[in-house]
């Protein structure tokens, strides 16, 4: 009797930002995809980071306003592209609806840095998988349930949720050297010509950019590992 075939094993590393909902439908659409190739291609998934707004200020920006600034949209066409997200969304098989209880509160767009630098401590105290589910937890608190995720009291709160050492979450925080590797890592992404997330970088070496269809995904992986990765 012949041995089962062994899958192809290969990294995918995404450069993304909490903020992003592009991100959040890329790694759907990838997990999509990912679910139709199981016994020839296994994954290992990191998060890299990327800032789409370094410069925010500590007490935020109201969504609305941000995207109306920072892409000149009138407010028709701000709320015309938030109901569009959310069908893309719903397709995607994530809500960006807020789920919490009572009155919504206000949308907002938060600095990310210190989520950048807690997901990088996951990864190196905890491994790819628990950083993926600190990642994931920090999309729902955005977009779900609208938490302050600049907060560092909100930070710790979200990674013992995930099972993490709140100690060592909050120590992360206030560690200098990990915002240095943070800050050389986004510097990487600009060197790879990554300006815009989501970017997967499957094994180092071969760039998928924008949130794509499964098949795409799919496609994309089958052919690098024909290419032996």
Known sequence: MSEPAVPAHVTIDIYSDVMCPWCVIGHAQLRKA??????????EIRWLPFELNPDMPPEGEPQDAHIARKYGRTPDQVAA????LQAIGDRAGYSFRYAGEGEPPSAMMWNTFRAHKLLKWALVEAGAEAQTRLKLALFDAHFQQR??????????ALAAEQELDPAGAAAALDDPVLGEIVRREEAGAWDRNVTGVPAMVVNGKYLIPGAQEPEVYAQALRRVVARGG
């Not at 990912?34 to 994954?43: F, Q």
């Not at 592209?81 to 569009?84: A, D, E, L, P, V």
């Not at 938490?147 to 710790?156: A, F, G, K, Q």
């Open 81 to 84: 592209n938030r109901s569009q």
């Open 34 to 43: 990912l679910d139709g190739l199981v016994g020839e291609i296994a994954a």
């Open 147 to 156: 938490r302050n995720v600049s907060d560092p009291e909100v930070l710790v």
